[in-house]
């Protein structure tokens, strides 16, 4: 797959929903228009629910990075944003945190098909267990 979840952060309180947070990444050598994708999230153990979709999106450009926060612009209540220099930023317009635990798994799927997945890993430095490649066999995380 080309895009690729390089770093996730979970928050430290269930309202901080902006400091939850993931950076994605284009790894391919094309661009990548991530409208109409879906956002699913599964708990450890579980099959998943579709969260939503992203709409309008974005387009990665080959090599590009974008760091995407989980609640929504301008909301104090749900915390400070981090600053990452260099870097958009897209906002998920989630009420509530996606990250439920260590192990929970986000995945961005066309048409039941996964354009990025990422399993959290509280105890990695980046909050990544491994990047799913292409061929589904998982490799470790850059």
């Known amino acids: 797959m080309p895009l690729v979840f390089e770093e996730v952060h979970a928050t430290s309180e269930r309202k901080k929903v902006n400091e939850e947070w993931f950076v994605l990444a284009n790894h391919g050598s094309s661009p990548v228009n991530?409208?109409?994708?879906?956002?699913?999230?599964?708990?450890?153990?579980?099959r998943g629910s579709v969260l939503g979709q992203i709409d309008p999106g974005f387009?990665?450009?080959?090599?590009?990075?974008?760091?995407?926060?989980s609640g929504s612009p301008g909301k104090k209540s749900q915390g400070t944003p981090p600053e990452r220099p260099g870097l958009k930023t897209y906002y998920l317009f989630s009420p509530v945190p996606l990250l439920a635990g260590d192990g929970t798994t986000i995945r961005w799927t066309l048409n039941q098909v996964d354009v990025a997945k990422v399993t959290y890993a509280a105890a990695a430095l980046d909050g990544v267990t491994a990047a799913v490649t292409d061929g589904g066999a998982p490799e470790p995380a850059l």
């Open 34 to 46: 991530t409208a109409g994708l879906n956002v699913i999230v599964a708990p450890r153990g579980k």
């Open 59 to 69: 387009v990665l450009q080959p090599g590009e990075k974008i760091l995407i926060l």
